[in-house]
């Protein structure tokens, strides 16, 4: 879809129909429970650490994947950096800002490490990924001896969580990543080696640094992600055998849905939207007290409703073309 | 060249026979029981086997199933909820089957009616999968475990049934797979999807055969944890999704399927994956150091196996 095409009405409406539809079937839902989702300051911060969490883990995902790589590593990302960071603000007395600074550094050499076995191995990405989480979950467990981190009374640290904050972590990430994929040379390279990887490579693309830095990219915004998951509980926990995965599923839903609303605006926009999204259902499965296996099948079936509808509407247009057509030839 | 071209075909056995080497070195070297830890090897990889050898004929279509584990564990609790009302061991060996099958056909119907994705389709069907393992423990268990009597698998807890039941899956897979038109298409359509579809050939079709065959391997691969664990937690299988994968890939399958798909990858990898870690445990390396060695070496081998990459641009 041509974005340039459609009316600044289209877009508006295009952009805002599923957040806000999503959003009302939400408040329905608590109100006929008898819930109200916004009640006190701490579901506000719930909702917003969530939303910061699942945006950022979206972008990270979404970086390699809509290039073709897909990267089960990520999450091994997040508990590796969070540990280096939480190790090191603990040894030196660190202030939060502090760790977030070495967790967004650590995060982007793991990143790097991630992309330069990736392009010197050239194995295809997704054998690379599971073998560098075996790795990254392997040396969080060695460095914490397998009983992770724990920094409950360590109020500098702990003290971060707060509605201000992240707001300022979702607004710095997205205008960070709007500013780096939409307004620089990287940027151009990478969508250009997105739609025709050979045609540009042949043109001088280099695709090499360009894999490398999504990868450090990816691994940098992974690191924050750990930072808030630290320093919201104040325990890192041990994760081998794949157990850091879990955390690449949140960002699904989101990434499917932040694909369709940019088509009408910015997907790194329909990616905040789509985390907004995600964090007010959690949310009200927490208000609902929902059963967590409830959830994860709700969730689920949305997935697929909302593929199964992304996979199909040409089909459903061509109805609807076919529908226009007979009417017109029974007026003729 | 035909000589490097059989040994990277090789090299995956090869990898096999040199880490059955090193465990038989190293026990010795360290005077350890060889005998009990083969046992122990065994049980570790019939399971992964059985289930990632159905799982070739998804790899082999250039798909990916990551709910392969959800599945078995869901499964092996209903096959478990079966026994404690029936108390009978070929109804629950019967439901083990039909629900992984009937599982892998909602996997493919969805994909192929629905035109999704394989791999996001059965992203979705793991959280399914994930959610009804614990409704299951809630529903006909005591909310932690379904624990199916000792007793009733006893006699099948032995190395010969699980390697019977490996071997005969294996050989039927080996027979469709290299001596019918199964296998032959399903390499075609992996390798080449649009010439294959303008030959007549139906994707969708042997995407229903290919999860069928799957299914089978992961009821089977169900059943087996049952005889080997009769107490069914939530951990229950739950490694089996990702060592699947492992294996396949160490096994020497190239993940892009297609034409180079080998049936007995799968029993190569998960093999050579236990023989690794037992050989961790014989070294006493702490379990992370264990996972980075593991770790590298899955790299390497693979490295070596997928041989010289003169491609231009990067593999995605």
């Known amino acids: 879809m041509n974005r340039g095409r459609l009316s600044l009405g289209k877009r508006i409406f295009g952009t805002l129909a599923i957040p806000l539809i999503a959003f009302g079937i939400i408040f329905l839902v608590c109100a006929v429970r008898g819930v109200v989702l916004f009640e006190t300051t701490r579901n506000w911060m719930a909702f917003f650490r969530a939303t910061a969490s699942v945006m950022l883990t979206t972008f990270a995902l979404s970086i390699n994947l809509n290039s073709g790589r897909f990267d089960f590593s990520i999450g091994s990302v997040a508990l590796l950096s969070s540990v280096i960071s939480s190790t090191l603000a603990l040894w030196l007395d660190l202030p939060a800002g502090g760790m977030l600074l070495i967790c967004i550094l650590s995060g982007t050499v793991l990143g790097c490490i991630s992309g330069g076995i990736y392009v010197i191995s050239k194995l295809p990405p997704i054998i690379v990924s599971l073998g560098v989480t075996l790795l990254f979950e392997g040396a969080a467990f060695v460095l914490t001896d397998g009983y992770g981190v724990s920094f409950v009374t360590k109020a500098k640290l702990t003290g971060f969580p707060g509605v201000r904050n992240y707001l300022l972590v979702i607004l710095v990430a997205l205008a960070i990543m709007i500013l780096i994929f939409d307004h620089t040379k990287f940027g151009y390279e990478y969508k250009a080696l997105l739609s025709g990887q050979s045609v540009s490579v042949n043109m001088g693309i280099r695709e090499i640094p360009n894999a490398i830095a999504c990868y450090m990219i990816a691994g940098s915004l992974m690191g924050v992600v750990g930072f808030l998951s630290a320093t919201n509980t104040g325990t890192i926990q041990m994760a081998l055998n794949f157990g850091s995965i879990g955390v690449m599923f949140t960002a699904f839903l989101p990434m499917f849905i932040g694909g369709f609303i940019g088509r009408f605006s910015n997907d790194k926009l329909g990616y905040l939207l789509g985390g907004m999204i995600a964090a007010g259902i959690s949310l009200m499965y927490a208000k609902l007290q929902m059963d967590s296996s409830v959830q994860q099948i709700v969730t689920a079936l949305i997935l697929v409703v909302f593929l199964i509808y992304l996979n199909n509407e040409n089909k459903l247009v061509e109805l609807r073309m076919l529908k226009a057509r007979k009417t017109a030839k029974h007026r003729g | ?316």
């Open chain 2, 1 to 316: 060249m035909k000589v490097k071209n059989l040994l990277l075909n090789i090299a995956p056995l090869i990898g096999l026979l040199i880490l059955i080497a090193g465990y038989f070195v190293i026990g010795r070297i360290n005077d350890i029981n060889v005998a009990y830890g083969l046992k122990t090897i065994v049980n570790q990889s019939v399971v992964v086997a059985v289930v990632a050898t159905g799982a070739v004929f998804i790899y082999t279509l250039g798909a990916f199933d990551i709910s392969l584990g959800a599945s078995t564990a869901v499964s092996a609790l209903m096959a478990g909820i079966v026994y404690l009302k029936t108390e009978s061991v070929g109804l629950m060996f019967l439901t083990a089957v039909c629900v992984a099958v009937l599982v892998s056909l909602l996997n493919s119907v969805l994909a192929g009616v629905f035109h999704l994705p394989v791999f996001v389709t059965t992203i979705a069907m793991l959280s399914v999968l994930n959610a009804l393992a614990l409704l299951l423990l809630n529903l006909g268990g005591t909310g932690s475990e379904i624990k199916v009597p000792q007793a009733a698998v006893k006699s099948l807890d032995t190395l010969w049934f699980k390697l019977l039941v490996l071997g005969a899956y294996f050989l039927f897979c080996f027979f469709l797979f290299d001596f019918t038109p199964i296998g032959r298409r399903q390499k075609f359509l992996g390798g080449n999807p649009l010439c294959a579809k303008l030959t007549g050939i139906s994707l969708n079709r042997y995407s229903v055969i290919a999860f069928v065959i799957c299914g089978l391997g992961v009821g089977l691969g169900a059943f087996l944890s049952i005889v080997y664990a009769p107490t069914l937690t939530r951990n229950t299988a739950s490694s089996v999704g990702m060592d699947v994968i492992i294996a396949i890939v160490f096994g020497g399958m190239p993940v892009s399927g297609g034409a180079r798909s080998r049936i007995y990858a799968a029993v190569i990898g998960a093999f050579s994956m236990s023989f690794l870690s037992q050989i961790m445990v014989m070294l006493n390396l702490n379990s992370g150091v264990g996972q980075m060695v593991k770790a590298a070496i899955f790299l390497l081998v693979v490295f070596i196996a997928a041989g010289e990459r003169k491609m231009k641009t990067l593999p995605r």
